[in-house]
Nanobody
Framework: QVRLVESGGGSVQTGGSMRLSCAIS????????LGWFRQAPGKGREGVAS???????SLDDSVKGSFTISSDSEKKNLYLKMNNLKPEDTAMYYC???????????????????????WGQGTQVTVSS
């Protein structure tokens, strides 16, 4: 019944920008985090950013200053705004949900260390030099 559906991926040149979206339906937990992971060819999973039900956000150090995560108040849509894209940002991007999760006042673990309960199908982002 729960669905996470990404969209907005594609190809862009170095220095360009892109916004990914994730439509969420069926979540009924009081406390959860939504966020983004990415995986490049031959590389492991990397946590990108997360947001909790209060709107508090966390960003991986690798994307601070370039990426912004946001959502609507009902957490039915999740977004990742990516600016100043670089070839190393090329990856499959997945949205995900983790139950019993929060960012503030203190995030128990980094987003990248979580094993989310729900995953989207992924959307490819390719940045050319």
């Amino acid at each position: 019944q729960v669905r996470l559906v990404e969209s907005g991926g594609g190809s862009v040149q170095t220095g360009g920008s892109m916004r990914l979206s994730c439509a969420i339906s069926g979540l009924s937990y009081h406390s959860f985090c939504l966020g983004w992971f990415r995986q490049a060819p031959g590389k492991g999973r990397e946590g990108v950013a997360s947001i909790d039900v209060d709107g508090d956000t966390s960003l991986d150090d690798s994307v601070k200053g370039s990426f912004t995560i946001s959502s609507d108040s009902e957490k039915k849509n999740l977004y990742l705004k990516m600016n100043n894209l670089k070839p190393e940002d090329t990856a499959m991007y997945y949205c995900a949900a983790k139950f019993n999760c929060w960012v503030r006042p203190r995030q128990p673990t980094p987003w990248g260390a979580y094993h989310p309960n729900l995953w989207g199908q992924g959307t490819q982002v390719t940045v050319s030099s």
